[in-house]
């Protein structure tokens, strides 16, 4: 069964605004974990947030994480065109031995 | 500094033949793990392996499916008797040694699977 769901599915924005994912879990968790996809390439790791971490920055991204609420938001700023992909958020099954995607979030960012 | 390799990128299939997929993990990367992603989807955890291991197949369909990742050469993932429904990009994506099971994945540019 799915562990993190993003939301929205899918979200269009112009360059230069922010864009604003969020992924919801159901379990406890060690970190959590972005990933981007291009049309028709593989998956990109982004961001690791850790349980014990309540923000990470990196670049234009910033990542937040709610462990009482499990939920998790990624935050684009500024964003460009380049930024057109789709955006998963991970975290481990219940075993502890492997990655558990969400559906994810499109992202359409037009200039 | 060679990334994930999978190959084919594109393979074509009739329905009752065989499919392998090969994937070579980056250098010094020791877990494999392979997903498959249907058009529109999410990606869905299939089979975690090591070297001569399988950790977790938990996500792998009971029939039809095998992986291996031997000691030496690339991992495969067979599927015999390919059905229509097996119409999907699967990707694998490779861990180092000390990475832990749930740390950073690399992942390959995937091979899509089409099956007539």
């Known amino acids: 069964s799915q562990q993190g769901e993003e939301d929205p599915q899918a979200l269009s924005i112009q360059e230069g605004e922010n864009a604003t994912m969020n992924c919801s879990y159901k379990t406890s968790i060690n970190n959590l974990q972005w990933y981007r996809q291009n049309s028709g390439r593989g998956l990109v790791h982004l961001i690791l947030?850790?349980?014990?971490?309540r923000e990470k920055h990196s670049g234009r991204l910033r990542v937040t994480l709610d462990t009482s609420k499990k939920s998790s938001s990624l935050l684009i700023t500024a964003s460009r065109a380049a930024d057109t992909a789709s955006y998963f958020c991970?975290?481990?099954?219940?075993?502890?031995?492997?990655?558990?995607f969400g559906k994810g979030t499109t992202l359409s960012v037009s200039s | 500094n060679a990334g994930v390799m999978q190959n084919p990128r594109h393979l074509v299939r009739r329905r009752g033949q065989e499919a392998r997929l090969r994937c070579s993990p980056m250098k010094g990367h020791s877990h494999v793990y392979w997903y498959r992603q249907l058009p529109e989807e999410g990606l869905k955890f299939m089979v975690y392996?090591?070297?001569?291991?399988?950790?977790?197949e938990s996500g792998m369909p009971k029939e039809r499916f095998s992986a291996e990742f031997p000691k030496e050469g690339p991992s495969i993932l067979r599927i015999q008797q390919v059905v229509r429904g097996d119409s999907a990009a699967y990707f694998c994506?490779?861990?180092?040694?000390?990475?832990?099971?749930?740390?950073?994945?690399?992942f390959g540019e995937g091979s899509r699977l089409t099956v007539l």
């Open positions: 947030i850790r349980s014990n971490e």
């Open positions: 392996l090591q070297k001569e291991n399988i950790i977790d």
């Open positions: 991970a975290t481990e099954n219940q075993a502890g031995t492997a990655l558990i």
């Open positions: 994506a490779s861990s180092p040694s000390d990475g832990g099971y749930t740390g950073e994945l690399f």
